[in-house]
């Protein structure tokens, strides 16, 4: 008997070529992501590059992580001064250093009174502070808020700082 010849099929590439444009895309992808974790960056603003004869100066700003958190029972300006003056010592931080952010809390009795109450005496406090010492809060962002924690005649003062940082670049 006689056998006939096998036929030889051909293989179907096309379920593979989808795997490979995969494993393409995913190289490409860990190329890109290589080269822009290593890019340095100065966070500010272009308008504070400045050219120097044949450098570059580059501002930023430095914040610093510790806050000043402080409870008041009463508004004083003076001693809201003196406060930040003395952490400022405390801290060894320059004498360039600014408030850059202030957290205002007011509290309130929760039975008989809403947390829109502890916010409005944020916002007192914060006008009291505006109109007897405006150049605290000159380039600070703030933002008001209530806890029922604290007692309706108190407010928690929480202020960020930060100084500003000038780099040379010589070219």
């Known amino acids: 008997m006689r056998r006939r010849?096998?036929?030889?099929?051909?293989?179907d590439t096309t379920a593979q070529a989808g795997w490979m444009y995969a494993d393409l895309f995913l190289a490409l992808m860990v190329v890109f992501l290589a080269t822009i974790s290593f890019v340095p960056t100065f966070n500010g603003n272009a308008n504070l590059i400045t050219k120097n004869q044949g450098s570059t100066l580059y501002t930023y700003s430095n914040i610093y992580?510790?806050?000043l958190d402080i409870l008041y029972?009463?508004?004083?300006?003076t001693i809201i001064k003196d406060d930040i003056k003395t952490f400022i010592k405390n801290e060894k931080l320059p004498d360039s250093t600014e408030i850059i952010f202030a957290q205002v809390?007011?509290?309130y009795n929760e039975k008989n009174e809403t947390p829109s109450i502890a916010i409005?005496?944020?916002i007192d406090f914060t006008n009291?502070?505006?109109?007897?010492?405006?150049?605290?809060?000159?380039h600070a962002a703030s933002t008001m808020s209530s806890s029922k924690?604290?007692?309706p005649d108190q407010i928690v003062f929480r202020l960020t700082f930060a100084t500003k940082v000038?780099?040379?670049s010589n070219k």
């Open 5 to 11: 010849p096998a036929v030889e099929e051909q293989e």
């Open 65 to 67: 992580t510790k806050h």
């Open 73 to 77: 029972t009463s508004f004083d300006a």
């Open 105 to 107: 809390i007011g509290g």
């Open 120 to 122: 409005k005496r944020a």
């Open 128 to 138: 009291k502070l505006d109109k007897e010492a405006p150049e605290l809060l000159h």
């Open 149 to 151: 924690t604290i007692d």
């Open 166 to 168: 000038s780099v040379n």
